[in-house]
């Protein structure tokens, strides 16, 4: 296996600080989309980040892969309940609880451990310099869903509120934190994606020896097992000392805050900047191979399973078929197809960074702004223009590419697309919150999410991993 010798070598400050942009803006957008599909924004922004840092100027397809590898993994803890568990900490009910809080902070951070803990070791997978064969990856997902099940069955199970038959480890709020109310137990799934993160983590090691994996994926736990505690932290701080930021110096600023993205945003900042720093410690295992692939999949192999893929995500994301929910619902069951495209397709890793990732956020867009009375306008901006821009990146990028590598500007380009397109159908569905306007609840994020889409395009348009220092054409040379 051919891979670059040299270690990668960034700056720490600047690993830590894009990826917590990356994190930071990504997962606070998130927050208005919501579960699987809305994750993998922050996925994207996250791992294109690391992936334009640490890979150095390198062009294999095995570097997109990665890159496409993370994004379809944070998609996966998308499948978990979190509301329930948030609310122990901040309800107002509960304000004063601290055994509560300590038990809805202990969810949290197993929670958010187990959902960046896959994007750490999907990632790893990528950049580590192991092969991983399509039917392989089928077989591993294939067993860590099996895993899920027994995972749900040790750690989930019994759920039977009606006779007052909860798991031993549960997270969400019931009858013990609040006596006598009338509550919708959720049922939790957490455990069953704990297993799945283990099996996925110990295949890696102990079968492919892929350390890059492994150690990826730990710090991913770190990072989301400080995160989401952090973050709430603020949110619960707030509600249980109201005056605590009112009587601050920056409590002109603060009460505008809509506390539930500040949370998500703060989640985002650490869990990237926790991957960034894992991933530094980790640079001297990052070798992305040079090979070509040996057997590509075939490009009617890839029609195939991107029709089917899509069509699926487009029923679970706007239809109400339940049946379809049963079957494609689960983060896990979505990533199937997709990761088994990637690791051989060469097309499929430039679709899903770009298209198939936009697909349910421009769509979810669109219905939330939809004009009725002019619904051409809507149609055209928030779903039509995107989403070609978005396939004629992929298509030119791909067919760009040469037996020598990808096109050397494509993860810059892609960032800067990302960045933007995110930033511009979240800032519409704020409502347009402009800065010299009257402010409300969603200025100050949208200050914030503007904040982290300029730092990206700054590092994207004159950062030079190669030479590890600024240019003025760092961008422009990668087009040379």
Not at 374 to 402: D, G, H, Q
Request: with cysteine.
């Amino acid at each position: 296996m051919n891979t670059d010798k040299t270690p990668p070598n960034p700056p720490l400050w600047l690993a830590m600080l894009a990826t917590s942009m990356a994190g930071g803006m990504g997962w606070g957008i998130r927050g208005q989309y919501g579960h699987e599909t809305g994750a993998m924004i922050a996925g994207a922004l996250v791992s294109l980040t690391l992936v334009f840092l640490f890979c150095q100027g390198k062009t294999p397809i095995h570097m997109i892969r990665a890159a496409a590898m993370g994004t379809i993994a944070m998609g996966f803890g998308g499948s978990m309940t979190y509301g329930q568990t948030i609310g122990l900490t901040h309800d107002g009910p509960l304000i004063g609880n601290w055994e509560a809080l300590r038990w809805g902070m202990l969810g949290l951070a197993i929670k958010g451990g187990v959902w960046i803990g896959f994007v750490g070791l999907f990632l790893g997978l990528g950049l580590g310099g192991k092969r991983y064969k399509p039917f392989e990856m089928f077989l591993l997902t294939l067993g860590m869903l099996m895993a899920v099940l027994i995972g749900w069955w040790l750690f989930n199970s019994p759920h039977d509120p009606a006779n007052n038959r909860l798991p031993f480890l549960y997270f969400s709020d019931h009858w013990k934190w609040e006596p006598g109310v009338e509550l919708k137990h959720r049922p939790e799934i957490w455990g069953g994606l704990l297993c799945a993160l283990a099996t996925g983590i110990l295949y890696a090691a102990l079968a492919k020896g892929d350390r890059l994996a492994r150690n990826l994926a730990l710090w991913g736990i770190l990072g989301g097992a400080l995160g989401f505690p952090l973050g709430q932290t603020l949110q619960a701080t707030n509600a249980w000392n109201p005056d605590f930021f009112r009587e601050s110096f920056f409590g002109g600023l603060t009460r505008y805050f809509n506390w539930w993205n500040i949370m998500e945003t703060a989640f985002g900042t650490v869990m990237g900047a926790v991957l960034g720093l894992g991933l530094w410690l980790n640079r001297r295992q990052v070798a992305v191979s040079s090979e070509p692939d040996v057997s590509p999949l075939p490009a009617w192999l890839i029609g195939l399973l991107l029709t089917m893929h899509v069509s699926l995500l487009t029923l679970v994301e706007f239809s109400s078929f339940q049946w379809i929910d049963d079957v494609y619902d689960l983060g896990l069951m979505m990533g199937l197809i997709p990761l088994v495209a990637c690791v051989r397709g060469r097309w499929w890793p430039y679709l899903q960074l770009l298209p198939i990732t936009l697909l349910p956020i421009a769509g979810k867009t669109l219905r939330a702004l939809a004009d009725p009375i002019n619904p051409s306008v809507s149609w055209l901006a928030y779903l039509i223009l995107p989403m070609l821009l978005a396939v004629t990146l992929a298509v030119w990028f791909a067919r760009k590419a040469k037996p020598a590598g990808e096109h050397p500007a494509f993860i810059r380009s892609t960032l800067l697309f990302c960045t933007w397109i995110y930033f511009g159908l979240n800032y519409a569905f704020f409502g347009f919150p402009w800065p010299w306007d009257a402010w409300g609840g969603r200025t100050p994020n949208a200050v914030l999410f503007f904040i982290a889409a300029m730092g990206l395009t700054v590092t994207a348009l004159f950062f030079d991993p190669t030479g590890r220092r600024w240019q003025l054409r760092a961008w422009q040379k990668s087009w040379d």
